[in-house]
């Protein structure tokens, strides 16, 4: 007798930038148990991060015998492949202390969604204002200081992300004011471009005709890009020109290296130091420095301002 593999009936239809995690959320709410004890009863992810951990083969096994098909939710999932090729690309990820899966969130789109669900923006630490509303992006409940209040596992709510998961204030009315300013409205446009640049695992730069791989993405953001558009990043006026013959020699490097390339270090940026070459630090370290200095202080000046403006 064939051995009877276990199945759901129905799953939600995943939302257009919704996360993983957060369409997991809203499958264990359905049924009626956490998001770990159905992953366990299908024989799925032991990944703490299930953005990471459900992958595509994990996404055709949830979608058997239910009304979704296996390609909807293959492609659903993929936008967290180049995480799973690039582990130094987790570094700009949310993570919750054990290593789960941490989500920030907009007050305002929550309360605009008929469902609340979480975008898949969200996850990334260097997502720090919400394009659309133009506020900040909370990561604790403004209530009670909860440091995870849309944490996805554990979840009772019939309505996922409504409120906080510990003392249970509706998180849509927090009243978040927008931080109209040019800073926030650049943090903004850099945001959409590096998510773009990770989505398709590498990017174009005016002036290189050759195509940018991802691991080269935090050394130039350290250095100063900044988006032309979704789909290209030219340098600030500021950068040496020079840096662009650095970019070249770093490229050809990529290439004959092949897949092994995540694991150079690309450092030989020329930064204020009268055009010599400055060590920066591997690849994890440039992405915390990029993250500082390209995401963290912006945001704070421009939430200083909106303080002195008041």
């Not at 309505?159 to 931080?179: E, H, I, K, Q, S």
């Not at 730069?205 to 935090?218: C, F, H």
């Not at 092949?258 to 630090?281: E, I, M, P």
């Amino acid at each position: 007798m064939a051995e009877q593999i276990p199945s759901l009936l129905f799953l939600p239809q995943p939302e257009l930038y919704e996360s993983t995690s957060s369409w997991l959320a809203r499958v264990a709410c359905m049924h009626g148990a956490p998001v770990s004890k159905i992953l366990d009863d299908l024989d799925l992810s032991r990944n703490r991060d299930w953005d990471i951990g459900i992958g595509s083969r994990s996404a055709a096994r949830m979608a058997q015998g239910t009304n979704l098909p296996p390609a909807t939710l293959e492609g659903f999932v993929s936008r967290f492949d180049a995480f799973r090729r690039n582990r130094w690309l987790r570094r700009w990820l949310r993570l919750s202390e054990r290593g789960a899966a941490r989500s920030g969130f907009c007050p305002n789109c929550l309360r605009q969604d008929v469902v609340p669900y979480l975008r898949f923006e969200w996850r990334m630490r260097y997502w720090m204002i919400c394009p659309t509303h133009g506020n900040r992006i909370l990561t604790i409940c403004p209530a009670c200081q909860f440091s995870d209040p849309v944490a996805v596992d554990g979840l009772h709510n019939a309505l996922p992300f409504a409120g906080c998961g510990r003392c249970g204030v509706d998180l849509r009315f927090m009243g978040l004011a927008p931080l109209r300013c040019d800073t926030t409205v650049q943090l903004a446009q850099l945001q959409v471009a590096v998510t773009a640049a990770i989505l398709q695992e590498g990017f174009s730069l005016v002036g290189i005709e050759e195509w940018i791989p991802l691991a080269m993405l935090p050394s130039l953001l350290a250095a100063g890009i900044e988006p032309r558009d979704r789909n290209e990043i030219q340098p600030l006026s500021r950068i040496d020109p020079r840096l662009l013959d650095d970019v070249r020699r770093s490229i050809c490097q990529v290439n004959a290296l092949g897949r092994l390339y995540a694991s150079v270090d690309f450092v030989a940026s020329r930064g204020n130091t009268r055009g010599r070459r400055v060590w920066k630090g591997d690849i994890g370290r440039l992405c915390e420095i990029a993250l500082k200095q390209r995401f963290r202080w912006p945001l704070a000046v421009a939430e200083l301002d909106a303080q002195q403006r008041q």
